[in-house]
């Protein structure tokens, strides 16, 4: 990689990581209840940081070949499919009974199956 390729690696890094610290960091003293529109910066952020890494080591690297960067692209894809496919009921919301929602539960502090609707 010459000099130009690193700065603008660099550049757009530290531009993505800081603005996702200056987004994320409130959420380590705020006391109170999040919603989404406190997620959203971060995850917009975050989402950018990922891109511009994968495209740095996977798709804009001299090291592999056309193919093995249409396999990891694909994977990529496939991985992103299965993802909101599983987490389809509560990213378009929980219809039918919570507990159709079991594996969603990935901690103890979740509460999606106590959930009260009145």
């Known amino acids: 990689m010459d000099a130009r390729e690193w700065d603008h690696f ?3 890094g ?3 990581f800081f603005e996702w610290a ?3 960091v409130p959420f380590l003293i705020m006391g109170r209840v ?3 529109h406190h997620y959203l910066p971060t995850l917009y952020f975050a989402v950018l940081m990922f891109g ?6 996977i798709f804009s690297s001299r090291r592999f070949s056309t193919r093995t960067k249409a396999t990891a692209f694909g994977v990529l894809v ?3 499919a299965a993802t909101f496919w599983w987490f389809s009921g ?3 919301g ?4 919570v507990n159709e929602y079991w594996g969603l539960k990935w901690r103890k502090t979740w509460n999606i199956y106590n959930v009260s609707i009145g």
């Open 22 to 24: 200056f987004h994320y």
């Open 10 to 12: 660099l550049y757009v």
């Open 94 to 97: 929980i219809d039918g009974p």
């Open 78 to 80: 496939s991985d992103l």
């Open 14 to 16: 530290k531009t993505a």
């Open 34 to 36: 999040t919603y989404l």
């Open 90 to 92: 509560v990213a378009l």
């Open 52 to 57: 511009h890494v994968l495209d740095h080591f």
